[in-house]
C-alpha cells in the first residue's frame, strides 16, 4: 500500500518495466510435415507481424470499455528470430518486456496475438518483479493461431482460482467471453483452429453413401436409441440420408474436428498410431496377404496365436515398407518399424502363458479371470436359484435360467445351495438378457455365438470355481416361445472334456464382447465425453471444479472422434472383431437405456452387485488373484 502512494509522488516506477518469459513449442517441432512453418514465421517476423502480448488489470476496469479490465501497452516476443534455447523436447523461452503502468496495478489477465503465418502452443507466461504482486505465472496450455482465425482475442487467465461471484470484477467479461466463444454458436462447419465445445448426436457411424448395407441408426435423441451426447463436427448430411453426417474418408481420419487443444500432443498421437496400427491389420489384408497363410483373417491353431507374441510379422522390404515409412511419424517408425530384425505387430506377452502355455485352459485361471481378467465389473452375488431373466416375457417368452440343483449340488464344498447362499458363496456372470434381444439378428451373420449364465463358487482357500455354464439361443418358432438352453458342467477329459472348453470359450467372448462395447467404450470413453463437453461450456477455466476434473478428461474426445472415424464405425475395427458385428453399437444403446450416473462409482458400484458390507467387499477385492 505504502509503495503504491509513495511511487507515482516519487516517480520511481516511471519507465518501469516487467520482464516476462514466454515458453511455447513452434509447430515445426510438432508437425513432422510442415517444413515451411518455421521459415515463413521468421518472413512475417521480419515484416514486422509479431506475436503481441497485453497485460488485462484485476483491480482497474476501463470506463471507455464497459469496466472490463484495463489494458495494457503491447509488448512482443524477443529474437524469435535467433531463439534458439530448449528447456525439454521441442520447447523454446522468449523473453518479453512490458512497460509499467501503474493505472494497470496486479495483472488478471493477458491478451495474446499470434500475427506470424503458423499456430503455435503456448504453454507459460511468468512475469518477474511485478510492483506489489512479485512473481506472477500464467499457465496457458493452449495453441494460439494467427489471429485471423479468431474473431475474439485469446485471453488467459492467471494460475488462480475463483468463484464466479468471486472473480474480480474488470474480468468478469473476459470470463464470460471466454465461454461464450467455447459454445459456439451452433453453425457451420468446425475447423481445426475452432475451439468450440458443443453437442451432436452419434450420426456418423454409418456410411450409406458407400453403401446402403453401410447404413446404422441414428444413437442418441430417442427413446429408442438413447446415448450419450458426441462432440459436434458440423459437417454436412451425406447424401443418401440427410440424418445421417458425411464422413472423412479414411485417410483423412487424424483430421476429424476436436476442439484443438484436445487434440493428442505428437508423443501421444505417436503411440496411438502404433497401436492402432497393430489392432487393424484386417484392413492391411490387401499388403499383408502374401505375407499370412490362404486363411488371412482366421487362427488356424493355437499356435498361430502364440505367434503374435513371440514372433508377430517380419517386416519385409519393398513398396509396404516404403509406403508406412513415407505416412507415419518419426516417433512411431522407431517402435513400429524397425531396421534391427524386429516385427511388425508382434504384442506383449501375456503373463499367464509367460510360464505355461496351456495355464489358461484350466478351471482355476477361467474362473481367477473374472475378477482379475479383463471385465471384473459385471460378475455379482447369485441372489435367487435358479436365475431368473429381467426380460418382458410377453416379448421374449420364459428366459429363466435351466440349471438346476442336480448341476451344482456336488460341487459345493458340502454346503447347499440355500446355505451357499446365505454364506455369499455363489457368483453368476450373467450375460443372458443383454445378448438374448439380439442374438437372433447377431447369428444371422457370419458370427454366431450364444447368450451365457455362468455360476461360480467361493471355495474356502478364497479362489473362485465355475459350477456350471448356461449357453441360450433364441426359440427357432419366435421370441415369444422362450430361450433354448444347454447347461454344461465341468469335465476334464475326453469328449465332454473338449465340449466344457469350448462352453468356457463361448462365455469368455460373451465376457470380452461386453467389456469391449459396454464396459470399456460406453461406460469409459462415451459417457464421460459430455462432461468433457458441458465443463468447458459451463465452467470457466478460473473455476475451481474445472480445474480438478480437467486432468481426467485429457485425450477422450480424441479417442473418441478417432473411435468414430475407424473403431465403431459401420465396418469398422468393433464390428470386424467384435461378435455383435453390425448390432454393436445399437445394442450398446438399448443396454444405455439403464444407465444411472449414480450407480457408476464405488462403492455403489459394488452394492448394486450385492458387495454391500466391509466383509464382503474385502472377500471380494480379495479373492487369490
Known amino acids: ?39 515463413l514465421d521468421r518472413v512475417h ?17 476501463d470506463p471507455a470499455n464497459g469496466l472490463q479490465g484495463k489494458l495494457g501497452k503491447p509488448a512482443y516476443l524477443e529474437d524469435w528470430i535467433t531463439t534458439i534455447t530448449s528447456l525439454t523436447a521441442g520447447e523454446s523461452a522468449f523473453k518479453v518486456t512490458f512497460d509499467w503502468d501503474e493505472e494497470i496495478g496486479e495483472p488478471g489477465a493477458f491478451i495474446i496475438r499470434n500475427n506470424h503465418h503458423s499456430e503455435f502452443y503456448l504453454r507459460t507466461l511468468t512475469l518477474e518483479d511485478v510492483p506489489g504482486c512479485g512473481r506472477i505465472h500464467f499457465v496457458c496450455n493452449s495453441w494460439v493461431y494467427p489471429a485471423e482465425h ?71 435423441g430417442s427413446s ?31 483430421n476429424i474436428y476436436v476442439p484443438r487443444d484436445e487434440r493428442f500432443g505428437h508423443l501421444k498421437m505417436s503411440d496411438f498410431l502404433a497401436y492402432a496400427l497393430k489392432s487393424i491389420v484386417q484392413f492391411l489384408l490387401p499388403e499383408f496377404e502374401a505375407l499370412c497363410d490362404i486363411t488371412p483373417n482366421e487362427f488356424d491353431s493355437f499356435q498361430d496365436v502364440l505367434d ?77 436359484f435358479p436365475p431368473k431373466s429381467k ?57 454366431k455365438t450364444y447368450a451365457s ?36 458342467t465341468p469335465a476334464e477329459d475326453g469328449v465332454e ?20 462395447l459396454l464396459s470399456h467404450w460406453l461406460n469409459t470413453h462415451a459417457a464421460i465425453e459430455p462432461f468433457v463437453i458441458a465443463t468447458n461450456r459451463q465452467l470457466s477455466v478460473l473455476h475451481p471444479i474445472h480445474k480438478l476434473l480437467h486432468p481426467h478428461f485429457r485425450d477422450t474426445m480424441n479417442i473418441n472422434a478417432l473411435a468414430r472415424q475407424i473403431v465403431i464405425n459401420a465396418g469398422g475395427v468393433v464390428e470386424s472383431t467384435v461378435f455383435p458385428s453390425k448390432y454393436a453399437m445399437e445394442m450398446s444403446s438399448v443396454v444405455y437405456k439403464d444407465w444411472v450416473f449414480t450407480e457408476q462409482a464405488l462403492p455403489a458400484d459394488l452394492i448394486k452387485r450385492y458387495i454391500n458390507t466391509v466383509k464382503d467387499l474385502f472377500s471380494f477385492l480379495l479373492c487369490n488373484d
Open 1 to 39: 500500500m505504502i509503495h503504491s502512494i509513495v511511487g507515482p509522488i516519487t516517480g520511481e516506477n516511471d519507465n518501469k518495466k516487467i520482464k516476462g518469459t514466454v515458453v511455447l513449442m513452434k509447430k515445426n517441432v510438432l508437425d513432422f510435415n510442415d517444413f515451411t512453418a518455421s521459415v
Open 45 to 61: 517476423e521480419l515484416l514486422g507481424q509479431r506475436v503481441s502480448l497485453q497485460l488485462v488489470s484485476a483491480v482497474h476496469g
Open 150 to 220: 479468431y474473431k475474439t482475442d485469446r485471453v488467459f487467465f492467471t494460475n488462480q482460482t475463483y468463484l464466479p461471484s468471486e472473480t474480480p470484477r474488470p474480468l468478469r467479461k473476459y470470463r464470460e467471453g471466454e465461454l461464450v466463444n467455447l459454445r459456439g454458436d451452433g453453425t457451420g462447419e468446425l475447423k481445426e483452429w475452432d475451439r468450440v465445445y458443443d453437442y451432436a448426436y452419434y450420426n456418423d457411424l454409418g456410411n450409406p453413401d458407400r453403401d446402403l448395407k453401410y447404413a446404422r441408426p441414428v444413437l442418441g
Open 224 to 254: 429408442e436409441y438413447p446415448y450419450p451426447r458426441r462432440g459436434r463436427t458440423g459437417r454436412p448430411p451425406s447424401e443418401k440420408d440427410p440424418n445421417t453426417e458425411s464422413r472423412l474418408p479414411l485417410v483423412m481420419s487424424l
Open 308 to 384: 503374435l507374441y513371440e514372433g508377430g510379422i517380419k517386416v519385409p522390404e519393398g513398396p509396404l515398407l516404403d509406403k508406412i515409412k513415407e505416412n507415419i511419424p518419426l516417433e512411431m517408425l522407431k517402435e513400429l518399424v524397425r531396421t534391427d530384425g524386429e516385427y511388425l505387430f508382434k504384442f506383449p506377452m501375456p503373463q499367464v502363458i509367460k510360464e505355461d502355455k496351456s495355464a489358461w485352459r484350466t478351471d482355476e485361471e477361467f474362473a481367477r479371470e473374472m475378477l482379475a481378467g479383463l471385465n471384473p465389473v459385471v460378475i455379482r452375488l447369485l441372489q435367487e
Open 391 to 447: 426380460l418382458d416375457p410377453e416379448v421374449y417368452g420364459n428366459q429363466n435360467s435351466s440349471i438346476t440343483k442336480e448341476h451344482i449340488q456336488n460341487h459345493l464344498d458340502g454346503l447347499t445351495i440355500n446355505k451357499a447362499m446365505e454364506k455369499k458363496r455363489l457368483f453368476i456372470l450373467d450375460h443372458h438378457d443383454v445378448f438374448m434381444p439380439y442374438l437372433r439378428r447377431i447369428n444371422s451373420t457370419s458370427t
Open 453 to 488: 449364465r455362468t455360476l461360480l463358487f467361493l471355495k474356502d482357500d478364497g479362489t473362485l470355481k465355475p459350477l456350471a455354464i448356461e449357453l441360450s439361443l433364441p426359440h427357432p418358432n419366435g421370441d415369444k416361445f422362450g430361450a433354448v438352453n444347454k447347461v454344461y
Open 497 to 516: 472334456g473338449s465340449i466344457w472348453q469350448l462352453a468356457k470359450a463361448y462365455a469368455a467372448v460373451n465376457d470380452s464382447g461386453y467389456h469391449q
